[in-house]
């Protein structure tokens, strides 16, 4: 079972933002130190998501466990922005995800170097030394793998959460082959 643990999404304003206006009316949600990094952090609770927003409109939430609470997130902050009269009206016609963050687990241990001959050396990158996944780019996918010898797995860069379900199905059966 292929479980979501971060949502990352993205949007636009579509103006330029006074960030430093805007971080001392949003103060007790916003953090904006342009000495550490040009973006405006703002978290509407403790361990909450976090959305990101820059100078340009832009603005990214990161830390979501599902795409409703991307979308239920992004209505917030911008009707917030709408109360405070920082947009006109609590739109983003440019909002959608970008990359689901997925953990699951084959149940049984991997010996991670005859799955990287196996699964073919130009879609894998493996050197335990530097790091003790292998890292697996399956042809045709939006994703990337990232496998453990305890059989632990992560997959990453996929747009929906039924690419991720796919990935993990076609590498279920792909290592129970080789294996």
Same mark, same amino acid.
């Given at each position: 079972?292929v479980?979501?643990?971060n949502v990352?999404?993205?949007?636009s304003?579509? +103006?330029? $933002?006074? $960030?430093?206006?805007?971080? *001392?009316?949003?103060?007790?949600?916003?953090?904006f130190?342009?000495? *550490?990094?040009p973006?405006?952090?703002?978290?509407?609770?403790?361990?909450?998501?976090? =959305? !990101?927003?820059?100078?340009?409109? *832009?603005? +990214?939430? !990161?830390?979501?466990?599902s795409e409703?609470?991307?979308?239920s997130l992004?209505?917030?902050?911008l009707?917030?922005?709408?109360?405070?009269?920082? =947009?006109?009206?609590?739109e983003?016609?440019?909002?959608s995800?970008?990359?689901?963050?997925?953990?699951?687990?084959?149940?049984?241990?991997?010996?991670?170097?005859? $799955?990287s001959?196996?699964?073919g050396?130009?879609k894998?990158?493996?050197?335990?030394e530097?790091f003790?996944?292998?890292?697996?780019?399956?042809?045709?996918?939006?994703?990337?793998?990232?496998?453990f010898?305890t059989g *632990?797995? =992560? =997959? !990453?860069?996929?747009?929906?959460l039924?690419?991720?379900?796919? +990935?993990?199905?076609? $590498?279920?059966? !792909?290592?129970?082959?080789?294996l």
């Amino acid at each position: 079972m292929v479980e979501v643990v971060n949502v990352v999404a993205s949007g636009s304003l579509g +103006i330029d $933002l006074d $960030l430093e206006a805007v971080a *001392k009316e949003a103060r007790d949600i916003a953090n904006f130190n342009p000495n *550490k990094y040009p973006g405006m952090y703002l978290r509407f609770e403790e361990d909450a998501p976090l =959305i !990101t927003v820059y100078r340009t409109g *832009k603005f +990214i939430i !990161t830390g979501s466990d599902s795409e409703e609470e991307s979308y239920s997130l992004r209505e917030r902050f911008l009707n917030l922005f709408s109360d405070m009269d920082v =947009i006109e009206e609590p739109e983003d016609e440019w909002f959608s995800i970008q990359n689901y963050v997925c953990t699951a687990e084959l149940r049984q241990n991997l010996n991670l170097t005859a $799955l990287s001959i196996g699964l073919g050396l130009e879609k894998i990158e493996y050197e335990p030394e530097q790091f003790p996944g292998l890292i697996y780019r399956p042809e045709g996918a939006d994703g990337v793998v990232l496998l453990f010898a305890t059989g *632990k797995v =992560i =997959i !990453t860069g996929c747009q929906t959460l039924e690419a991720a379900e796919d +990935i993990f199905a076609d $590498l279920t059966e !792909t290592v129970s082959e080789l294996l």
